[in-house]
C-alpha cells in the first residue's frame, strides 16, 4: 500500500501548495496541510523501505481466540483517563490493572511465538 | 463473556457493531427528546438546560461514539473476508481498541449523573464554551476523556486495517483487484492516521486548559480550537461515509447482476475524494473572517466532482442489468442515493460563503448535515446490514419487513429533514429550546417531530426483523445474493480461520469471473 499513501501524501501537498499560492494560506494552513501530506509520505517511504507494505510470505501463523490481557490492558487505560477527572487513586488502581494486562500480553505472545515454532520445526 | 474477549476479527468487529448500535439508539432517544420539545413552541418537556445537554451529547453520541466506530466495525469484520485473509494482523490490538471504544459512550452519557449535568457545549464543543470558567462541571471532563477513547480505538482499528490490507491479501490479490468496499476502507484510513491524532492532541490541550495552564485562552486561541477540531470533524464526515457508500456501490452491482462500472475510476476518484475532503475543514470558518474562504469554497465545491463519479459508477452499474428493484438492499441503497444527493446538493449552495452568510446556524445548516450523515451514513449502513447480514448470521432477513422499513424510513427521513430547510429559510436558529410562534414554525416543527416519531418507528421494524430472524430466519447458505468479492466464497458464518479454500481472484470480482467461465 505504500504507492496508495505516496499518491494520496502528494495530493495533500498539492492541494496544501495551491492554498499557498494561488490563494492566501497562511502559515497554520500550511503546516496542517503540509504536515498531513508530508506525514503520509513519510509513511509510504517507510513502508517501502522496510517492506512492510509488502504482503506476508504464505506459511502457518497463529489464529489466537481469546485475548484477557488485551481487554484488561484497555480496561486500565480506561481507568487511568477515568481518573484524571475522578482523582488520583482511580489513576492508580488504572495503572496496575495496565501492568497486569501488559504482563498477560507478553505471556501470551511468547506462547504465540512459541507455537508458531513447533509448528514450523516439528 | 468469553466471546467477548475474543480476537477474532469477525467477533470484534460485530461487537463493535451492536456496541454502536445501542450508541445509536441512546443517541436516537435523546434525538425524540429534542423533537418532543421542539413539537410545539414554548417549554413543555425539557427545561433550557437539559436541552442544552441533549443537543450536546446526541451529537457528540451519533458523530464521535456511533458513526466512527460503526464502520471501523463493519471494515474489521468485512476486509479481511474481501482480500481472503484469515485474520487481521494484530488481532490483540483490534481487542484492546474494542475494549477502549466499549466504554467511551456510557462515560460521555455519565454526565448526565453527575453533579451540575452532562457537557453543553455542542458536538463541536467550541472554545471558551469548554473552557473551566464555562463549565467547570466534570460532565464537560467526561465529554472530553469518552471523545478521546473512542478516537483512540478508532484510530487503532485503521491501524490493524491498513496492516491487514498491506501484508495478509490472499495470493493473486493485488491491490487493483481488491474490492471497492476495501478500497473505500483504504481511504478511509489514511484520513483516520492523518487526521485523529490531531483531534487527541487537541483534546488533551483542552483537558490540560480545563485543569492546569492556559493553552486555549492564549490569545487566538478560541481560533485555534476550531483550526483543530475541524480539521478532524470534516474528514470525520467522509470516515463514515466512504465506508457505506462503497456497501452501497457493491449492492447496485451485486443486484444489477453486473460489475461495478469503472472500478478503477471510483478507486482513483475515492481517494481524491479523501484528499479534497481532508482540504475543506475551513468552510465550518467562513464566518470567522480568519480562512480563505476562496479556497475552502473551491475545494468544497470540487468535491462534487469524484462524488459525481461515485454516482454516475452507480448508474452506470445498474444501465443494462438485470436489476433485483424490490430485493431489501437494493430499496435501501436506492434510499441512499436520494437522500444523500439531496444531502450533497444542499453542500455546494453552502459552500458559496454568500450563501452560507444567509444561513450560518440556521435549520438549512441542519438539514443539509442531516441529509448528509443521516441519508448517507445511517441509510448506507443499514444497506450493508441487509446485505451482509446473511453472511454474519447464517439466516434470511424477512423481506416483507425489510420493506415496510424501508418506506417507514424513507417517510421518515423526508417528514423529519426536509421541514428544516423550510424552517431554516424562516430564520430558525439551530440549538435552541424555543420558537417564537411565528406563521408556519409550528406547523412545520410538527411535522418534523411526526417524521421522527415514524423513523424511531421504522427501527422498531428493523428490530424485529434482526429479533425474529434470528431465531426463525431462512437459512442464506454461502452466497444468497449471487455476489461478486471473496466473502461470498466461504461458509456463513464464516469460520474461525475464514476459508478453506480460495478460487483464483483475477480481478475485483472472483466469484462473477467463476460464475462467467461456468456459463
Known sequence: ?122 | MVGALSTDHKRVGMATMVTALVYFAGGGIMALLIRGELAQPGLQLLDRDLYNQLFTLHGSTMLLIFAPAVVMGLGLYMVPLQIGAGDVVWPRLAAFAYWLYAPSGLIMWAGFAVKDGAARSGWHAFYPLTDAFQQPWMGMDLWIIGVFLSQLAVLLWGAVLLATIARRRAPGMTLLRMPFFTWSMVATIFMVVTTYPIVEGALVALFIDRHATSVFTLPGGAVTWQYLFWFYAHPLVYVIFFPVMAAVAEVFATFSRRRLFGHRTSVIAVLVFAALSSSVWGHHMFQQQDVDNRYFSFTTTSISVPASIEYFAFVATMWGGRVRLFATPMLFALGFAITFLIGGLSGILVASPPIDNQVHDTYVIVAHFHYTIFGGTVWGLVTAIYYWFPKWTGRMLDERLGRWHAGLMFLGTVATFFPWFVLGIFGMRREVADYPDWPGWAAWNLVSSIGSAVLAVSFLVFAVNVWRSLRRGAVAGPDPWDGHSLEWATASPPPRENFATLPAVTSYAPLLDLREAAT
Open chain 1, 1 to 122: 500500500v505504500s504507492r496508495p499513501a505516496a499518491f494520496w501524501g502528494l495530493l495533500m501537498c498539492v492541494l496544501a501548495a495551491l492554498g499557498v499560492t494561488v490563494f492566501s494560506g497562511d502559515g497554520q494552513f500550511a503546516a496542517q496541510m503540509f504536515g498531513i501530506g508530508g506525514f503520509m509520505l513519510l509513511i509510504a517511504v517507510v513502508l517501502l523501505a522496510t517492506g512492510l507494505g509488502e504482503r506476508r510470505a504464505p506459511g502457518p501463523h497463529a489464529l489466537p481466540d481469546l485475548s484477557p490481557a488485551a481487554a484488561a490492558a484497555a480496561i486500565g487505560v480506561v481507568l487511568v483517563c477515568l481518573g484524571a477527572a475522578w482523582g488520583l487513586w482511580i489513576v492508580w488502581i488504572g495503572a496496575g490493572v495496565v501492568a497486569v494486562g501488559v504482563g498477560g500480553l507478553i505471556r501470551e505472545l511468547r506462547a504465540q511465538r512459541r507455537a508458531v515454532r513447533e509448528v514450523r520445526e516439528p
